[in-house]
């Protein structure tokens, strides 16, 4: 990642994806792993399967996770989200996907946050390329945020 890019729009977003086991608790246990260290959860999707559960999490802290997940012993691996604004769900969603479909940009997955910001939906996505889709979105006019927005 260029040094510009950090310094022009701040920190990428980062996701955490952990596996848990299939069972009753095992997400309340992990968020109150999190928040016993001051950690908010702010954007969480789940995938179920019979044996296991892979949780994507998005933090307050990220840096203060990595370091518990290592010291725990907690298997993770982390990616870059782009993180965009939405006015409103259904015609702000179609105008960001269509933004990326005509620029030729795969969302590999995308889930909505749990905080708003400033009354507007928060849509989080994966993409093939991250610095071309945030330039992409910036150009389309955009609202997108960074760690720091989202950390406290």
Known sequence: ?????????????RQ???????RVGALAAMVKL???NSIEV???SVQDS????VARLVVSDPETTEQ??????????TCELVVVTLRESGPGLLQCLDTLM?????IDFA?????????????????????FAVAILHQSGFQLLYQNDLSR
Request: negative net charge; without cysteine; glycine residues 8%.
């Open 102 to 106: 005509i620029a030729e940009t795969n």
């Open 34 to 36: 999190l928040r016993t």
């Open 42 to 44: 702010i954007g969480l």
């Open 50 to 53: 019979r044996d296991a559960t």
């Open 68 to 77: 518990l997940f290592i010291e725990k012993g907690i298997p993770h691996a």
């Open 1 to 13: 990642m260029e040094t510009d890019t950090l310094i022009d729009h701040g920190q990428p977003v």
């Open 111 to 131: 889930y909505g946050l749990l905080p708003n910001h400033k009354g507007k939906s928060l849509l989080a996505l994966h993409v093939e390329d991250y610095e």
């Open 16 to 22: 955490f994806s952990i596996m848990l086991p299939n």
